[in-house]
């Protein structure tokens, strides 16, 4: 097998993450293990040109990263002890399981092609993969969730907490209503998520940038399907039966930091969901 991951968008933000704990000392999400699982040479990951848009992108990934782990820690300390990583990439949190004294179980489901590699990566960097994670193989356009995560040990009937970043935009409306509705099925759960807004929302620069990347993630193969208003959004969630939620935009955002908001930013941008199934 060829070190070459097969999501282009997976190993972009694997880079992010580890930029980010390079560049910014990991001030936002520290993560001990991205720049091993990354295995890519630190000096090189240091001195690459590194535009504002670059910069912007990388720090949401912490910034959706750490209001996730956030909530975990909030959860497990409240009985929760199964995490799902949808969508897991490379993801390191099964590896570094922080709860797992608590007894976290840690659940990373992705498409087939994906985990093969990630288990052939992980074992090339020399990681092991400690007994609290498993690895749930599914493709979310076509396979029973809950089906495949039973067969890895899941209890579908315990309180669960989910992840889910990065991967919505890239799915059917179809797959993320069946996706929602799974998560409400267990009094307790909670699952934390980003959307992004339709791009015909953005304006000026920002829109352009969006286009941008729009064209890239369609001519890797890996397309933009889904994108929501706030409104629509909110009303998914509320169909489905996550009524209890907190969608931070940019303003919310910079309160959950304490940062000022920025002056002139486009009102459309990307958003960051927890929403608790209660």
């Known amino acids: 097998m060829k070190n070459r991951c097969p999501s282009v968008t997976a190993w972009r933000v694997a880079r992010h993450r580890a930029r980010h704990q390079i560049l910014e000392y990991g001030v936002i999400f520290s993560d001990p293990l991205a720049i091993t699982v990354l295995g890519e040479d630190v000096e090189t990951l240091a001195s690459e040109t590194d535009t504002a848009e670059e910069k912007n992108f990388r720090l949401f990934m912490a910034i959706r990263s750490r209001i996730a782990e956030d909530a975990l820690s909030k959860a497990v300390q409240r009985g929760v002890r199964q995490a799902v990583i949808l969508g897991a ?14 007894g976290l179980n840690v659940f990373e489901v992705d498409r087939p092609v994906m985990q093969d590699w990630k288990k052939w ?4 960097k020399g990681l092991t993969v400690p007994a609290s994670l498993k690895f749930v193989p599914v493709d979310f356009e076509q396979d029973n969730l809950c ?7 899941f209890n579908p009937a315990k309180p669960s907490f989910f992840f889910w970043l ?3 935009p890239y799915l059917s409306q179809e ?17 934390v998520f980003d959307y992004g807004e339709p791009i015909e929302e953005y304006e000026g620069k920002h829109k352009e940038l969006m ?3 729009k064209a890239f993630v369609a001519s890797v193969g890996e397309p933009w399907i889904s994108r929501f208003t706030p409104d629509e959004m909110h009303a998914l969630l509320r169909k489905c039966g996550l009524s209890n939620f907190t969608d931070y935009n ?9 940062w000022p908001l920025k002056e002139g930013t486009s009102k ?9 199934f209660a």
């Open 268 to 276: 459309a941008g990307p958003h960051v969901i927890d929403a608790l």
């Open 250 to 258: 940019r303003a919310g955002i910079s309160s959950y930091f304490g």
């Open 121 to 124: 990566h992980l074992a090339e």
């Open 147 to 153: 089906s495949c995560l039973k067969m890895a040990g």
């Open 166 to 168: 990065g991967v919505v």
């Open 89 to 102: 990439g490379a993801d390191t949190l099964g590896l570094r399981n922080p709860h797992e004294e608590s």
């Open 175 to 191: 797959s993320i209503e069946n996706t929602l509705r799974f998560v409400a099925s267990a009094p307790g759960s909670e699952i």
């Open 211 to 213: 286009e941008k990347r």
